[in-house]
């Protein structure tokens, strides 16, 4: 019994001994580094001509745009390992790479493609993820965009925005005709179709929720009004013909209304349309312009510009569109208030004495980012994961993306003419 | 041992022996007596016969010659066997009288042969007794051996049992000697342990433990890229251990909450970490670390 005591005594003190040895480390800061990642160019396994995309580079620059991910440039690949066994993760361990793609494609069949990749973790030495996918030559773009947004939900841990679309405006003029054109592309400003052409002006394009129908504006009828149109039956439906103007169409979240600025009762106020009653409900009644309206996720609350204060300042108003509450107080104007699809952050354009630009804020903190440089940087649109922030820049008729955290920006395809007004789809089916 | 068996009877029933022995003698002499008493055979008799001759007429002489021849023959024949008869009868005698001869010689021999096996029998007899005498000498002596060989034997057996308690009590004695010794040492090492202990808590430890901590905190969190999904509420504990030069040997997940890329990042970080940073002390030192990411 006595020697029981003494091993229980014994043990009891070498464990609370040991408890307190530990060395405890809290870490509260990380930084928002990019993570090192090299995707070596994938393996073309067959005799046949090579479809034209390079697979790594696509991805690459997907995974560059977000801004969470520092890809290396090809050049400067170690070695260019085409399998797992082929791999020596200490080499990559050695030169700062955290993450490892390497992927191959072989047909299967008349335009038929079998896509193979998988990344590995290169300090644990382990695979993370492995895929086998088929695509057809007309998807290998999106098929390419799908692997960067598993590889993006995997290490971020947040769903991938890369095989997603957007809407913007392009207009061109030649010999003093305008010509404008509503496009749908690619995330990254590929494969862009024409939607709709116009000699007159086409403005404020806004997804339906379900990313199957555009609303805008157009001045076809010579003067501003609202359609709905699907995009693959290019049904169109007009759904206001206010007199005056007829503008800024913005779905809701659920997909059940439209929100939009009207002046048939004077001066320009926000309204909600109920798509399916089309019942028509006036948000705002103010002597100052109240426009651009901005959804929150609840599909209930709007955010809006008004120039009720005398300079344009951003406002939100609560369900009954009572009292309206001030949003920005820094600098004389912050217009074209955009909502993150999670409802924690506003983008938005911020003007400065250097020019316009795009701006975030936090709803929580109230802190405001300044993420873009100017001068003529328009119509902020969030990536449906909040990761990127899509945006015109004006001067050089560009689409242009800039990571939530303003780290990385990045210009899409350069546009003859003039770009306008992108939006940014929900996630697609 | 028919012999033995033999000796057996003599000794357990001698009267009996006795009686037969003298049955025997007995009858000996009655056969002994009845051959002498029997008759002797009678020397034979001779007899001599006269012959009378008369002739007569021829004739009739020779009739009554070859009468007369023929009796004579007859006569004479009767004779001869009546010789032979008595010859036969003098040889039957004899022979009967050799017979005689020969069975007293064999029955004297007979005697003089069971004399002599009495004799010998006397002589086996007396050996028997000798070496029955001798056994039972012998016997004796081995029972002697036997009985002092057990007490030699008792004496060893005690002597061993003395010896194996002594061992015993030898190896209780050390087992003591050993627990007690361990007592000693575990109760060294405690005080030791908590002399170093009050050493580690004393003020000037503590300030250089807390810089050695906020030496790997600094680190660790220039090594750690936060996930696009990390948020306030997150957090996970990552158990390391590390040799003397900072380099991370071992990375264990104890409880994280939050998703799978914040976990990623976090074992990252520290594996990225490596080598961590030299402590300000040795005795600050430790191989094993815990780190509670917390965004």
């Known amino acids: ?429 | 041992m028919k012999e033995g068996s033999l000796f057996g009877i003599i000794r357990y029933d001698s009267k009996a022996f006795y009686i037969a022995v003298a049955i025997h003698v007995v009858i000996l002499l009655v056969l002994i007596i009845s051959v002498s008493l029997s008759p002797r055979p009678d020397a034979p008799q001779k007899q001599v016969e006269t012959v009378q001759a008369v002739i007569v007429d021829s004739q009739i002489v020779q009739a009554e010659l070859d009468k007369i021849k023929k009796h004579e023959a007859t006569k004479k024949y009767n004779e001869k066997q009546r010789l032979k008869r008595l010859a036969a009868k003098a040889r039957k005698e004899e022979k009967k009288r050799k017979q005689a001869i020969k069975n007293r010689k064999l029955e004297e021999k007979r005697l003089a042969n069971l004399k002599k096996k009495r004799l010998a029998d006397e002589k086996i007899r007396k050996i028997e007794s000798k070496k029955l005498a001798d056994l039972k000498k012998k016997n004796q002596q081995l029972e002697q051996q036997r009985q002092a060989e057990q007490q030699r034997l008792s004496v060893l057996q005690k002597k061993r049992e003395q010896e194996e308690l002594a061992r015993e009590n030898a190896k209780k004695a050390e087992v003591d000697r050993v627990r007690r010794a361990a007592e000693a040492k575990a109760l060294k090492k405690k005080l030791a342990e908590e002399e170093r202990e009050r050493y580690l808590n004393s003020s000037k430890m503590k300030k250089l433990r807390s810089q050695y901590v906020k030496l790997i905190e600094r680190h660790v969190e220039k090594k750690w890229i936060k996930p696009a999904s990390s948020s306030k509420g997150m957090s996970c504990v990552v158990n390391i251990t590390q040799n003397r030069a900072g380099t991370v040997l071992s990375v264990n997940t104890g409880q994280c909450s939050g998703n799978k890329a914040f976990q990623l990042s976090v074992e990252r970080a520290v594996r990225r970490a490596s080598p961590l940073p030299d402590p300000p002390s040795n005795d600050v030192f430790d191989r094993t670390i815990r780190f509670v990411f917390k965004p």
């Open chain 1, 1 to 429: 019994m006595k020697q029981v005591l003494i091993i229980a005594s014994l043990l009891l003190f070498g464990w609370s001994l040991s408890a307190q040895a530990v060395l405890d480390v809290e870490i509260t800061q990380g930084t928002e580094d990019a993570l090192p990642i090299a995707i070596v160019p994938f393996n073309w396994a067959s005799v046949e001509k090579k479809p034209d995309m390079k697979w790594s580079e696509v991805i690459s620059s997907d995974l560059l745009r977000s801004g969470r991910f520092a890809p290396i440039a090809e050049k400067d690949l170690l070695s260019r390992p085409q399998n797992s066994e082929n791999i020596d993760f200490n080499t990559w361990r050695v030169g700062g790479v955290d993450h490892l793609v390497v992927g191959s494609i072989r047909p299967a069949g008349l335009n038929q493609y079998t896509v193979q990749f998988q990344l590995f973790d290169v300090f644990k030495g382990e695979q993370l993820l492995g895929y086998s996918l088929t695509a057809n030559l007309s998807s290998i773009r999106r098929t390419a965009h799908h692997i960067s947004d598993l590889i993006y939900q995997q290490l971020t841990g947040q769903k991938g925005a890369f095989n997603t679309k957007v809407a913007y405006v392009s207009v061109t003029r030649s010999l003093g005709v305008a010509s404008y054109k509503l496009e749908v592309s690619d995330a990254d400003g590929f494969n862009s179709i024409t939607i709709l052409t116009s000699t007159q002006p086409i403005m404020s394009p806004s997804w339906s929720p379900d990313g199957t129908q555009l609303a805008y504006v157009s001045f076809e009828n010579k003067r501003a009004q609202i359609y709905t149109q699907v995009l693959s039956s290019e049904q169109r439906v007009r759904v206001s013909g206010f007199k005056g103007l007829n503008g800024a169409p913005v779905w809701s979240p659920d997909g059940k209304k439209l929100a939009m600025t009207l002046s048939k009762d004077g001066n320009p106020d926000i309204y909600v349309l109920n798509l399916q009653s089309k019942k028509l409900q006036r948000m705002t009644k103010h002597w100052g312009i109240d426009t651009e309206p901005s959804w929150m996720p609840n599909s209930e609350t709007l955010v809006f510009t008004s120039n009720r204060s005398g300079k344009p300042q951003l406002y939100k108003m609560d369900k009954a569109g009572q009292r309206p509450q001030r949003l920005t107080f820094d600098g004389d104007y912050n217009t074209s208030p955009e909502i993150s699809k999670d409802g924690l952050k506003m983008a938005f354009v911020f003007k400065d004495k250097s020019g316009f630009k795009i701006a975030s804020m936090d709803f929580e903190t109230g802190i405001i980012d300044i993420l873009t440089e100017g001068p003529l940087d328009e119509s902020p649109s969030f990536a449906p994961n909040g990761s990127m922030i899509l945006y015109a820049e004006g001067q050089r008729a560009a689409l242009a993306a800039v990571s939530f955290d303003g780290r990385f920006k990045q210009r899409l395809v350069a546009k003859e003419g003039e770009v306008r007004e992108p939006t940014w789809s929900p996630f697609l089916k």
